[in-house]
């Protein structure tokens, strides 16, 4: 079946824009991650969403970042006014309800010029 | 099949005990990545490995990288229950690709 998609899948941005990142969980999983990997660094934790409650933001950098899920579909991480410093791979995983397996995407390589 | 694999799949180890988790790759791996996670919780770093023939240590858990950068091991001494979890190693494949193993569920029993 199909598994976590996320788009794009390379991004080149300017500093100071704003970008918007997607993924596409499997069906059904309703636990939805969000992690950054930047080069030569293991993974972050950005932000974690569980069904309809609130989500767990405590990744986040900065107020720069933010993002949203409806329901259990779609989410989009979105970084505004980029740096630099935000060049880094961004990675969505998801779950199904009762484990904690997580399903990675593939990735979107941020490079903020 | 994985790229990387890991072994055993699962593991229950008395409390007290020592244990070891391996990560094997059939590619030489640049940059191995060992993470926890608990159920409910986002992927926790733990190490990271560059360098053939490099250990690491960060409280009771130390992972090392062969001489040859094809496999990794985790070893945890005197193992207690905050140690349980999934151990998941993780690797750069390229540039843009980040691969993972299929994880290690590490259980403490009593």
């Known amino acids: 079946g199909a598994g976590v998609s996320q788009s794009p899948s390379n991004k080149v941005t300017e500093k100071g824009k704003d970008v918007e990142l997607r993924c596409d969980p499997i069906s059904g999983h309703t636990a939805l991650y969000w992690y950054r990997q930047r080069l030569g660094q293991g993974l972050e934790f950005l932000i974690y969403?569980?069904?309809?409650?609130?989500?767990?933001k405590s990744g986040l950098p900065s107020d720069r970042f933010s993002a949203e899920r409806t329901g259990e579909s779609v989410s989009t991480l979105t970084i505004q006014r980029t740096q630099q410093e935000d060049s880094a791979v961004y990675l969505c995983?998801?779950?199904?309800?009762?484990?904690?397996?997580?399903?990675f995407g593939p990735g979107t390589r941020l490079t903020v010029l | 099949s994985q790229e990387l694999e890991q072994s055993p799949q699962s593991l229950i180890v008395q409390e007290g005990k020592n244990l070891t988790i391996n990560c094997t790759s059939s590619?030489?791996?640049?940059?191995l990545y060992w993470y926890k996670q608990k159920y409910g919780e986002g992927l926790i770093f733990l190490m990271m490995l560059q360098k053939g023939g490099e250990e690491k240590s960060h409280e009771k858990i130390t992972a090392k990288l062969d001489e040859k950068k094809q496999q990794s091991s985790l070893h945890i001494t005197a193992s207690q229950p905050s140690h349980a979890g999934i151990y998941l190693c993780?690797?750069?494949?390229?540039?843009?690709?980040?691969?993972f193993g299929s994880g290690t569920r590490l259980s403490i029993r009593p």
């Open positions: 993780g690797a750069d494949r390229s540039a843009s690709k980040i691969i």
């Open positions: 969403f569980q069904g309809n409650s609130a989500p767990d």
């Open positions: 995983a998801s779950s199904p309800v009762g484990t904690d397996t997580q399903y």
């Open positions: 590619k030489t791996l640049y940059g």
